[in-house]
């Protein structure tokens, strides 16, 4: 939530800075801002209220000219998104200028405190507080210092940095100018993202790796604690309680063209196609025909290790929520070990048996999600062997497991997940047929699977000519206010998945459920004006959904129907249908979600909503 960049070297820092706040966009939208520092040391801000849209053209009438700044746009959680509180803020008399990510919990007192010594609040923010702050330090320190500058750069602003993180409680992502040092920036980090960009005498910084994108291709993950001092042509990290730190530079993985839109209107369409790709990814090298299992290269653990696991909890947030739903169906079915799957924001604050044989994966597309944070780290805590299922290389949840699994679906921008979700189911059944061939599969069952598995991509590609149907329902169906959606068994994720999907980027009220289950309260709402969206495919409970649809039908209720070709039975009693290619039971979760998406998608754009950018969302989510 919320997107910082900064930029230090010699271009037009404004260009860069805009350029990856499009690209953050994403984290947050209600406002944005920059703040450059000239060549006199001036430093000048522009921020607007709304989408990064308007700030541009503040900055295409005003421009703002300097190799040095800061920029940030926003997701608004202290104080409502005005222009008054869309970052930079700046503390005393323009000392310094920030950017941050992140909650501070205790700001009222802070504030409280710094107002007595006169420092004057023109935000509803609780970062402004960090500024005043900072401030504060930097003049305690100017009076005590004993440490010249010229000794260790920079050292008093480090100082006085530190100084003021260590009265914070909660969490940053922060980026720091001085009006006294213009040549510099001063980034830290607890529970928010950042990264550093390094390039030929610039330097980058930002949220995630996605604006160092045909930039560089040099960058620095910054951990918790750690402060980093950047010029023009130097980067130096410290820890925010000890000394310097051994920074390693890795490569960038992500390309200039993996994050624009490649001519598609909206990155969910983008990344909607995208899937055929994603999921071949998300399998590539992981399939192993001689041993008719899975592998995984960085699980961390032994094969002792792995084969005492009697318990899985598979942990996450919202779409994520529903991939791990799909993984305990499909682990039990193919492993026989128990599963628990748990909302993250609960399991942080239970405190569930701790048992030596129980394995917790958190799944996350970001990695970056405050509560899958958060629940791993008291997992952790409790003595769990902890591993993440995330999207994004180096974020906080992959760095703080033990080890993991990427899903490599490439930068996911829309705010509503899709191609993250299908390579989620993935990467879980392919856990479920790794730890099945571990224990009661057999070489030849082993086999059949890992057949499905590679037939995937091209059943997708055929799933995506859905497209035309989709949209064609979708004309009829917009008007709409409320849609059930029911499946069962392992499409009962899908569901799920389903109504998420629409209700977040249409507003339409959306309800997913076990087929079976909507007798016991929900079929209340079944009537001619709410359609009920079942996932048909073949299989054991085909008779069963079947029986559910005459429910519906016979109170009034328009069905539409996901169904595999050739299915006449539910042709005949639905009211539409769209058909998607025959799989095996297990994935075809992967391929019914294909349809969800795109009739979600259509409704959405009929109803004239911000595809992207749904109202009051942001895709990585790390407040609580
Ligand atoms: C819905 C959606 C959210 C996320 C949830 C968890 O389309 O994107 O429900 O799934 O916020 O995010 P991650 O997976 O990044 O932890």
């Known amino acids: 939530m919320c997107g910082i960049v900064g930029y230090v070297g010699h271009r037009e820092a404004c260009e860069f800075l805009l350029d990856g706040l499009r690209r953050l966009e994403y984290r947050g939208y209600d406002s944005a801002g920059v703040a450059i520092t000239d060549q006199a040391g001036d430093v000048s801000i522009c921020k607007t209220a709304g989408r990064i849209e ?84 930097l003049e305690k320190e100017s009076s005590e210092s004993k440490v010249s500058d010229s000794v260790a750069p920079y050292a008093s602003l480090v100082t006085a940095v530190k100084a003021a993180l260590s009265q914070l409680r909660g969490t940053y992502g922060l980026v720091v100018m001085f009006r006294d040092h213009p040549g510099v920036i001063i980034a830290a980090r607890l529970g928010s993202p950042l990264v550093l960009g390094i390039g030929d005498d610039e330097h980058f910084v930002a949220s995630d790796a996605s604006p160092l994108a045909g930039y560089t291709d040099k960058i620095v993950y910054l951990s918790d604690h750690q402060v980093a001092v950047i010029t023009a042509d130097s980067v130096r990290v410290t820890h925010r309680d000890h000394g310097e730190v051994r920074h390693s530079v890795e490569n960038l993985q992500v390309d200039a063209t993996d994050v624009d839109l490649a001519g598609y209107p909206h990155y969910m369409l983008k990344e909607i196609f995208e899937q055929p790709e994603s999921i071949k990814n998300a399998m590539r090298g992981r399939l192993c025909e001689d041993d008719a299992t899975a592998m995984f290269g960085g699980l961390n653990l032994t094969p002792q290790q792995l084969g005492s696991v009697n318990r899985i909890i598979l942990t996450a947030c919202g779409t994520s929520w529903h991939a791990a739903l799909l993984g305990e169906y499909l682990i039990e079915e193919f492993a026989r070990i128990p599963v628990e799957v748990e909302y993250a924001s609960e399991l942080r604050y239970r405190n569930p048996p701790v048992d030596p044989g129980t394995l917790v994966f958190a799944i996350s597309q970001s990695g970056e999600t405050a509560d899958t944070l958060g629940a791993i780290r008291e997992m952790k805590r409790k003595g769990h062997r902890t591993l993440a299922i995330c999207n994004t290389v180096g974020s906080s949840i992959a760095q703080e497991a033990d080890g993991g699994i990427y899903l490599h679906a490439g930068p996911e921008i829309g705010v509503a997940s899709t191609k993250a979700y299908t390579s989620q189911c993935m990467v879980l059944s392919l856990l479920a047929l790794y730890f099945g061939r571990m224990r009661h599969l057999s070489f030849d069952a082993g086999m059949r699977i890992i057949n499905e598995f590679h037939a995937l991509p091209s059943k997708v590609r055929a799933a995506l000519q859905t497209d035309e149907e989709s949209k064609r329902i979708a004309a009829k169906y917009s008007g709409a206010n409320n849609f059930l959606y029911l499946g069962r068994q392992y499409n009962f994720p899908t569901a799920l998945e389903g109504a998420l999907k629409l209700k977040e980027i249409s507003y339409i009220h959306a309800e ?90 259509h409704i959405a754009l009929m109803r004239g909503c911000d595809i992207d950018k749904p109202r009051n969302l942001a895709k990585s989510v790390t407040v609580e």
């Open 512 to 601: 997913g459920y076990p087929a079976a289950e909507m007798k016991h309260g929900p079929i209340a709402l079944v009537d001619e004006a709410t359609p009920s969206v079942f996932i048909v495919p073949q299989g054991f409970v085909y008779e069963k959904v079947l029986a559910n649809i005459e429910e519906v039908k016979a109170r009034g209720g328009p069905v539409i129907a996901i169904v595999e070709h050739g299915d006449t039975r539910v042709a005949a009693l639905a009211d539409d249908v769209i058909s998607v290619p025959s799989v095996a039971e297990f994935v075809q979760p992967i391929v019914s979600a294909i349809p969800l998406q795109l009739l979600s998608y």
């Open 54 to 137: 308007r700030l541009a053209s503040a900055l295409a009438s005003s421009p703002l000219q300097g190799s040095i700044g800061i920029g940030h746009t926003r997701w608004a959680t202290h104080g409502p998104p005005t222009e008054g509180n869309a970052h930079p803020h700046i503390g005393g008399e323009r000392v310094v200028t920030i950017c941050h990510n992140g909650v501070i919990e205790n700001f009222q007192e802070l504030k409280a405190r710094l107002e007595t010594e006169g420092y004057v609040f023109q935000s509803a923010t609780d970062t402004e507080v960090i500024a005043h702050l900072i401030t504060d330090c």
